[in-house]
């Protein structure tokens, strides 16, 4: 009968834990433990299973990225894509290979376990769009070198790494109480879902606090369409506010659009900020100021991250990197 890591672990006279740590090469094992350990697995006649040797040996190369990628993704969250370049360039500097993988969020738990056991890669880079609390079970209970791109909306021990978007909103909000705004209209999407956005209002309403004022925010405003319906409408009003600040580049495409229909001068009439950069404030007329987050920096740490986890498996980390920047432009 082969001899099973229990048997190893009798052997040596440490626990099962040890054993397997000095059988996967672990920075938290000294190296005396290790060569004797081996030498007692290899007396024994002691074969560790194919995904231990993977683990060990490095043996694919490969990270999988997974999100999900359905049609239209690419212009809906042009995050996603600056992100994933990130990962890839650092990646390929350190001889892995990136593989996309399109995964839902409705059955996320079911196909990343299915990833993990398929032994496909050395790790797994998950976006937090299709972050769940049954799939972070599924990762908690595997040991397998995994990281979340954005902060889970739940507390959770999983490893994941983000952007501060209080700080961007915080941002935001002092640049335009010191430029002499006062009324001011902030429109983001479903205040269930739309985590990141939740994060940036407070901290404008950090901002806001510390001058005894307070922000309206208008939630469940999703797209083009419903910013310049809602848009018309704040426009309309008899003490219409002096900024609309918007959580995203469609959202301001759609009120700039609106005020300019209606041949209101921006930002004379009305002036209105947007959170990113990309894809239209650079290019519209007005040109319109933005907070602007490195996402191409943070793949790139992500990246760094999944590549020290796989060599140390204890290695864990939930972080915030990069600085957001104001871009000022024509529009306020």
């Known amino acids: 009968m082969a001899a099973t890591i229990y048997d190893l672990a009798e052997a040596a ?6 054993v397997s740590k000095a059988l996967n090469d672990s920075y938290s094992i000294s190296d005396k433990t290790k060569q004797r350990i081996r030498e007692i697995a290899e007396g024994m006649g002691y074969q560790p299973n194919a995904r231990a040797r993977s683990f060990a040996r490095k043996k694919n190369g490969i990270i999988l990225f997974a999100a999900d990628l359905s049609r239209g993704v690419g212009f809906e969250n042009p995050h996603l894509f600056e992100i994933v370049t990130g990962v890839d360039r650092y990646l390929e500097d350190k001889g892995y ?10 059955n996320a738990p079911e196909l990343i376990k299915e990833l993990m056991h398929s032994e496909e890669a050395d790790g797994i880079i998950l976006h937090a769009g299709i972050l769940t609390k049954q799939l972070a079970f599924v990762l908690g209970k595997e040991a397998y070198p995994h990281l979340i791109i954005g902060k889970p909306s739940f507390t959770c021990p999983l490893s994941w790494i983000d952007v501060s978007h209080e700080s961007a909103g915080q941002l ?9 705004y006062r009324r001011i209209v902030f429109l983001m999407g479903d205040a269930e879902e739309d985590q990141m956005s939740l994060r940036r209002l407070d901290g404008i309403n950090v901002a806001f606090e510390e001058e005894e004022l307070t922000i309206e925010t208008i939630t469940g405003i999703t797209s083009y369409d419903e910013s310049r319906e809602i848009t018309e409408k704040i426009i309309e009003r008899e003490n ?5 600040l918007c959580t995203n580049n469609y959202l301001a495409l759609g009120c700039l659009q609106s005020i300019r229909a209606k041949n209101l001068q921006i930002p004379d009439d009305i002036a209105i900020m947007t959170f990113d950069n990309y894809p239209f404030s650079m290019i519209v007329q007005p040109t319109m100021t933005a907070i602007e987050v490195d ?9 760094r991250f999944m590549v020290q986890k796989i060599k140390k498996p204890n290695l864990q980390t939930q972080s915030f990197c990069t600085t957001p920047i104001l871009i000022e432009r024509e529009s306020t």
């Open 13 to 18: 006279g440490v626990s099962i834990s040890t």
């Open 97 to 106: 290979s990136l593989i996309l993988k399109h995964v839902p969020k409705d």
């Open 172 to 180: 935001a909000a002092n640049y335009l109480l010191d430029k002499g």
């Open 240 to 244: 219409r506010p002096e900024v609309i």
């Open 295 to 303: 996402m191409f920096e943070m793949g790139n740490q992500a990246a």
